[in-house]
C-alpha cells in the first residue's frame, strides 16, 4: 500500500526556466495539498484540489504558480520562470476525505534549486 | 500573519526523560489539531490529533492537552528515546480548507 508519492526529489532549473512538480496521492485518496517549506520555515499552505478542481487556492502565488489534478493521472504544481526565491522544499500531501478531523499524508517533497 | 507558533526553536532531552513541545495559536476558531515529525529529506508523518471538544489525547507515550481558553496546545513524549530526535510542527484547521503549521521545534534527545 504506497504511500504519497512525488517525483523528481530533487529538481534544479536555472532562472526563467519551468518546473514541474508531480504528486500521486494514496489509494483511495481524492483530496491533495501542496505546501512550501523555505529555509528555516514552516510549512506553508499552497493549494487544495479534489479531482479535476481547485478548492482553495488562497496560499498560491498569483502569477508564474498553477496547479492542477486531472481526473487521471498525478496532480502537477507548476512554476514558470522560476526565480532563486522559488527555491524551497515542496510537499505534496493527500487526505481521505476534506480537511476537517482527517489527516494528511505527506509525501517526502520535491526540492527544488533554482540556480 | 503566523496563527500557529511554536516560539521554541529546539529542545533537547535526556534518554528516559519528559519531552514537552509546546505551541501557541490566535485563531479561535481552530477546532482541530495535529502534530507532525519530520525528519531530515522526508516528509512529515502524522504523530497525534485532538479536536477542540477534548481537552487530552493520548497514544502509547504520546499525549497531546488541548488549553482552549489560552489557545495552547502541547506534546509530551514520555519516556524520551533517542529515535524520537526529529523536528516536530504543530497544525491547526478551523473547519476550512487548510492546515496552518508552526515553524517546527527541533527535538534532540540524547543517549
Excluded at chain 1, 484540489?49 to 488562497?58: R, T
Excluded at chain 1, 527555491?87 to 500531501?93: E, P
Excluded at chain 2, 489557545?71 to 476550512?96: E, M, N, R, T, W
Amino acid at each position: 500500500n504506497a504511500g504519497v508519492m512525488q517525483n523528481p526529489r530533487h529538481l534544479v532549473r536555472r532562472r526563467g526556466q519551468e518546473a514541474r512538480l508531480r504528486c500521486s496521492p494514496m489509494k483511495g485518496h481524492s483530496h491533495v495539498y501542496w505546501y512550501r517549506q523555505l529555509p528555516e520555515e514552516g510549512l506553508k499552505f499552497m493549494v487544495y484540489l479534489q479531482k479535476e478542481n481547485i478548492i482553495d487556492e488562497s496560499g498560491m502565488p498569483k502569477e508564474r504558480f498553477s496547479a492542477e489534478f486531472p481526473k487521471e493521472g498525478p496532480s502537477i504544481l507548476r512554476i514558470q520562470q522560476v526565480v532563486r526565491g522559488d527555491s524551497a522544499a515542496y510537499f505534496c500531501a493527500s487526505s481521505l476525505a476534506g480537511v476537517s478531523y482527517n489527516e494528511q499524508f505527506f509525501g517526502p517533497g520535491t526540492r527544488l534549486t533554482v540556480l | 500573519d503566523q496563527q500557529v507558533k511554536q516560539n521554541s526553536p529546539s529542545l533537547s532531552v535526556q534518554e528516559g526523560r519528559i519531552s514537552i513541545l509546546n505551541c501557541d495559536y490566535t485563531n479561535s476558531m481552530f477546532d482541530y489539531f495535529l502534530w507532525y515529525k519530520k525528519y531530515p529529506a522526508e516528509g512529515p508523518t502524522f504523530l497525534i490529533s485532538i479536536s477542540s471538544i477534548k481537552d487530552k489525547n493520548e497514544d502509547g507515550r504520546f499525549t497531546v492537552f488541548l488549553n482552549k481558553s489560552a489557545k495552547h496546545l502541547s506534546l509530551h513524549i514520555v519516556p524520551s528515546q533517542p529515535g524520537d530526535s526529529a523536528v516536530y510542527f504543530c497544525a491547526a484547521s478551523a473547519s476550512g480548507n487548510q492546515f496552518y503549521f508552526g515553524t517546527g521545534t527541533s527535538l534532540t534527545v540524547i543517549p
